[in-house]
């Protein structure tokens, strides 16, 4: 049995702790702030549940994920999502166009021009790419043409990212279209063979709970009750004689302890934060902490439900940088899960900022609010004006999966070679959406299990 300091309990650092605790180890983990689960939250505000952060976790059949909710008893408290939230708009011009989900819904979609529908006959033609490291721009444009990069998959990687596909690496970001094109060298053809194979097979479930998110995280930290200390900041690791020395701030008093290993799953513009001393590899620590991060801001309102025009029958839309707007997208939260406005009314939560404009997430609040209404209203026509209002401010929001990729794994894989018992995971490394998060953890806390 070792001692373990987790350093972090966001979902990676908790999911970490849990899997080391189980396999008999004395841990530790390590949370600065009042509370864990870092970036997912759910928060109860004026009878509105509004998520801070992540709003639905994505779980494949075969993941780590819904293992580790069917070990935890979580699967029979998951709800899923609305099968209207199937439905997904994008904005174009003045208006949402739903996003086709086969082959024959694209050919009557008003989303493409009869010239990029005409573009995409060409693709099954194609040879394969030559670059491992194209953008993720580049991929699609030359695979699929230039109207799907700025219809259908820029508006979507600033859903999940905040950024723009010019900055992605397609295979970080998108590793099984990397790979379909690989192995089956057309998208079109692999992935009409794909889906056939997959016919009849468990599907993907896009899940919540009825209290939010945040019972996942809740969850794991009444599990590892005792083995968590939240106010407390670290601020120090040094190699000792044998293990590792953590210090860290609680109750304003500093506190040192001595660990056999210690797992750091704190964000990558974190670990710069922390003096990390006798650690073999400094310039590596700084290149680990260099991730790419845009600030967002995520804007709530809440309205009677008869002062939205729009029937709200979808998951949300996004917006295509091409259509020059300043928002990325909204979602219609209240259409997602139940419970998430009081009776009578919607919650709309849109997101603003993001490597397109991160200058808007940083306006006050009055401004911030002014410019999504000013958005919103014709979009989704609305009559009168929010009867609730909140923000909640990322400054640094989501590690890219963009060139440094590559720099700042092979940088954490020379620290741990270097440094017997030191490791790094997190959204920053492992990916960032919540099942890759978890199987990234797993792995990370397995090897000595
Ligand atoms: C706005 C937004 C929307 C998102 N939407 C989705 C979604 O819908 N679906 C999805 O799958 N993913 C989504 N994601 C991504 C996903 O939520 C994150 O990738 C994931 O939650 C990150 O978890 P983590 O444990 O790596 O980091 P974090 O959640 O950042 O946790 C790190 C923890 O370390 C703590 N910490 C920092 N410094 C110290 C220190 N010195 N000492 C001790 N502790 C410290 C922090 O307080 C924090 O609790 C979203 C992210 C954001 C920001």
Same mark, same amino acid.
């Given at each position: 049995?070792?001692? !373990?300091?987790?350093?972090?309990?966001? !979902? #990676?650092?908790?999911?970490?702790?849990?899997? %080391?605790?189980?396999?008999?180890?004395?841990?530790?983990?390590?949370?600065?702030?009042?509370?864990?689960?870092?970036?997912?939250?759910?928060?109860?505000?004026?009878?509105?549940?509004?998520?801070?952060?992540?709003?639905?976790?994505?779980?494949?059949?075969?993941?780590?994920?819904?293992?580790?909710?069917?070990?935890?008893?979580?699967?029979? =408290?998951?709800?899923?999502?609305?099968?209207?939230? +199937?439905?997904?708009?994008?904005?174009?011009?003045?208006?949402?166009?739903?996003?086709?989900?086969? @082959?024959?819904?694209?050919?009557?979609?008003?989303?493409?021009?009869?010239?990029?529908?005409?573009?995409?006959?060409?693709? @099954?033609?194609?040879?394969?790419?030559?670059?491992?490291?194209?953008?993720?721009?580049?991929?699609?444009?030359?695979?699929?043409?230039?109207?799907?990069?700025?219809?259908?998959?820029?508006?979507?990687?600033?859903?999940?990212?905040?950024?723009?596909? =010019?900055?992605?690496?397609?295979?970080?970001?998108?590793?099984?279209?990397?790979? $379909?094109?690989?192995?089956?060298?057309?998208? $079109?053809?692999?992935?009409?063979?794909?889906?056939?194979?997959?016919?009849?097979?468990?599907?993907?479930?896009?899940?919540?709970?009825?209290?939010?998110?945040?019972?996942?995280?809740?969850?794991?930290?009444? +599990?590892?009750?005792? #083995?968590?200390?939240?106010?407390?900041?670290?601020?120090?690791?040094?190699?000792?004689?044998?293990?590792?020395?953590? *210090?860290?701030?609680?109750?304003? *008093?500093?506190?040192?302890? #001595?660990?056999?290993?210690?797992?750091?799953?704190? @964000?990558?513009?974190?670990?710069?934060?922390?003096?990390? =001393?006798?650690?073999?590899?400094?310039?590596?620590?700084?290149? %680990?902490?260099?991730?790419?991060?845009?600030?967002?801001?995520?804007?709530?309102?809440?309205?009677? /439900? =008869?002062?939205? *025009?729009?029937?709200?029958?979808?998951?949300?839309?996004?917006?295509?940088?091409?259509?020059?707007?300043?928002?990325?997208?909204?979602?219609?939260?209240?259409?997602?899960?139940?419970?998430?406005?009081?009776?009578?009314?919607?919650?709309?939560?849109?997101?603003?900022?993001? *490597?397109?404009?991160?200058?808007?997430?940083?306006?006050?609040?009055?401004?911030?609010?002014?410019?999504?209404?000013?958005?919103? /209203?014709?979009?989704?026509?609305?009559?009168?004006?929010?009867?609730?209002?909140? $923000?909640?401010?990322?400054?640094?929001? &989501?590690?890219?999966?963009?060139?440094?990729?590559?720099?700042? %794994?092979?940088?954490?894989?020379?620290?741990?070679?270097?440094?017997?018992?030191?490791?790094?995971?997190?959204?920053?490394?492992?990916?960032?959406?919540? @099942?890759? #998060? &978890?199987?990234?953890?797993?792995?990370?806390?397995?090897?000595?299990?």
């Amino acid at each position: 049995m070792s001692r !373990i300091a987790v350093l972090g309990a966001g !979902i #990676c650092g908790l999911v970490a702790a849990r899997n %080391l605790g189980l396999s008999g180890h004395d841990v530790l983990a390590l949370e600065a702030g009042p509370e864990t689960g870092g970036v997912m939250g759910s928060e109860k505000h004026d009878g509105y549940l509004l998520e801070i952060g992540p709003n639905t976790l994505a779980l494949r059949p075969d993941s780590a994920a819904i293992s580790l909710l069917a070990e935890m008893d979580l699967l029979e =408290e998951a709800v899923d999502a609305n099968p209207k939230a +199937d439905k997904r708009f994008v904005l174009r011009g003045e208006k949402l166009i739903s996003v086709p989900t086969s @082959p024959s819904a694209l050919l009557g979609s008003g989303l493409l021009s009869l010239g990029a529908k005409l573009r995409l006959l060409l693709e @099954p033609f194609l040879p394969r790419g030559k670059d491992p490291d194209e953008t993720l721009a580049a991929f699609v444009k030359r695979r699929l043409g230039k109207e799907v990069l700025d219809y259908a998959v820029d508006p979507f990687v600033s859903g999940v990212y905040a950024s723009k596909p =010019e900055s992605m690496i397609a295979r970080h970001a998108f590793p099984k279209l990397v790979e $379909i094109e690989k192995e089956r060298r057309s998208l $079109i053809l692999g992935g009409m063979a794909l889906a056939k194979e997959r016919k009849g097979k468990p599907k993907t479930r896009l899940l919540s709970f009825p209290k939010g998110l945040a019972t996942l995280t809740q969850r794991l930290s009444q +599990d590892l009750a005792g #083995c968590i200390k939240t106010n407390a900041k670290v601020q120090k690791v040094r190699r000792a004689t044998a293990g590792w020395e953590v *210090e860290w701030m609680e109750d304003e *008093e500093s506190k040192t302890e #001595c660990f056999d290993t210690v797992l750091c799953t704190l @964000p990558a513009h974190k670990i710069a934060s922390i003096k990390w =001393e006798k650690v073999n590899s400094q310039e590596d620590l700084k290149a %680990l902490a260099k991730a790419t991060h845009y600030p967002v801001s995520v804007v709530y309102h809440g309205f009677r /439900r =008869e002062d939205v *025009e729009h029937p709200l029958d979808g998951f949300g839309f996004l917006v295509p940088s091409k259509e020059n707007r300043s928002i990325l997208g909204t979602l219609f939260s209240s259409t997602l899960f139940a419970g998430r406005a009081p009776e009578g009314h919607v919650l709309l939560t849109t997101f603003v900022g993001g *490597e397109r404009q991160p200058e808007l997430a940083e306006k006050s609040d009055d401004d911030l609010h002014r410019l999504v209404i000013e958005e919103l /209203r014709p979009i989704l026509v609305l009559n009168d004006s929010p009867s609730f209002q909140h $923000i909640r401010r990322w400054p640094q929001a &989501i590690p890219l999966p963009d060139h440094s990729l590559d720099d700042r %794994l092979a940088a954490a894989q020379r620290i741990e070679q270097r440094n017997p018992e030191l490791r790094f995971t997190g959204s920053h490394l492992a990916g960032v959406s919540l @099942p890759d #998060c &978890i199987e990234g953890a797993l792995k990370q806390s397995s090897t000595d299990g």
